[in-house]
């Protein structure tokens, strides 16, 4: 593959030429908007787009595709920015940007929702939660619904519905060579496959389509034990949670209370937590969680609250703007030698921010085929991150370094692959790894729809020929 062009080695002219063609804004580096533009949610990403284009509709983001391809330039597409890597961007090329494209309609009759690409999480709850709806997502509110969607979509909704690929019904595409297309079961049944979790290797998704359920309330929040206790609690939690009704959820974790809203005597001490969201009859709450109340927690704050707000519980906690560093493993049990290296690295954990998660893949995310969508890992009980967080950049190497050690210890007990909406840029043989026997369809439909890679800042399946 050649050398990129450079936006910048362009013509004056044909940058004009094509800014004129855009309904939205072109942004350049030496417009005042610039500096701001190029921020993306993890702090420690610092990369300097030749330009962006902010596209308000499909037709700006067909004319940005052509343009791309047309004149051989690094092209990044951006939704939400939430990307840990920050594979939203690119040096010197071109970001296609959807946060302009943002609508979401809700279908009562059909418990339907069309959103658009560039919405974000929370904007779709808000317009489903009052119909009694919710579509499966993550669980920060601010993750955009592109880039969460074409990776899986792993959340508190995960155990009862499925990940959201599951719920995704049809989507609208700009493909590779500028054309516009619709996918779903009956319309290009390959391309529908692929973006199941496949990523963002095979066009700009400028609408999805999911399936919604009937979720009003939930019963939820955190209950915490000391770390010295994080051993005893992952061994209980794993035969729990695996042998729990689907309407039951939580996702374990090593962590630290930074502060408010826990109680002054929690602040800065290190724990093993469980966030829980149950979907089931409010009534059966006190016989659900006795089990959980019998491991004795030395904090417990489980109630009823709409889901939005289980879904922006720790938004105000990880706002944009923090440094990230991110590593992810999928495992299929909690043995001895895995809890001890959570009961070492969740000891020593550097700063208030940093955590450690395993979300569950059983229940209805477990009975989903391995091959029926790209999604491989249907057989891990969890999929496990570690992010090392702080609002510092002079803690920037301790939080790395901690969440590298902490990943490398537990790597050698994972069952391979990893959640790549959890990871970095960490190179083909991940990537491979994450896909399993599902990764060879992928090259050979990213070979049908974009044989020249024009989409490759992602986690990147590259084209049958070149694989």
Known sequence: MS??????????????????????????PDNEKYNKTRKVYNAMIDKRPGMFVMCVDVADVMYAVNFGREHDLLVAVRGGGHNGGGLGLCEDGMVIDLSGIKFVRVDTEN????????????????????FGLAVPAGIISTTGVGGLTLGGGVGYLSRMYGLTIDNLL??????????????????????????????????????????????????????????????????????FINNAPDELNGFIATMVIPGPPFPAELHNKMFCGIVWCYLGDPGKQEEVFRPVMEMDPVFSHVGEMPYPAIQTLFDGMMPPGLQWYWRADYFKELGPEIRAVHREYGSKIPTPLSQMHLYPISGAASRVGRTDTPWAHRDAKYAGVIVGVDPDPANAGKITDWCKEYSEALHPHSSGGAYLNFIMDEGQER?????????ERLTRIKQQYDPGNLFRVNQNIKPKVQA
């Open 431 to 439: 990537i491979k790894a994450s896909y399993k026997e599902n990764y």
């Open 3 to 28: 050398t990129p062009v450079k936006v910048k080695d362009l013509e004056a002219s044909v940058l004009d030429a094509f800014a004129s063609r855009i309904r939205g804004e072109v942004i350049f």
């Open 111 to 130: 418990r339907t929702v069309r959103v658009g690409g560039g919405n974000l999480w929370g904007e779709v709850d808000h317009a489903t939660h009052p």
């Open 170 to 239: 049809e989507a609208d595409m700009v493909l590779a060579d500028g054309s516009f297309v619709t996918v779903n079961e009956k319309q290009h049944p390959d391309l529908y496959w692929a973006i199941r979790g496949g990523g963002g290797n095979f066009g700009i998704v400028t609408s999805f389509k999911f399936r919604a359920h009937p979720v009003k309330n939930v019963i939820g929040g955190p209950t915490l034990w000391p770390i010295e206790r994080v051993e005893e609690v992952m061994e209980w939690y794993h035969g």
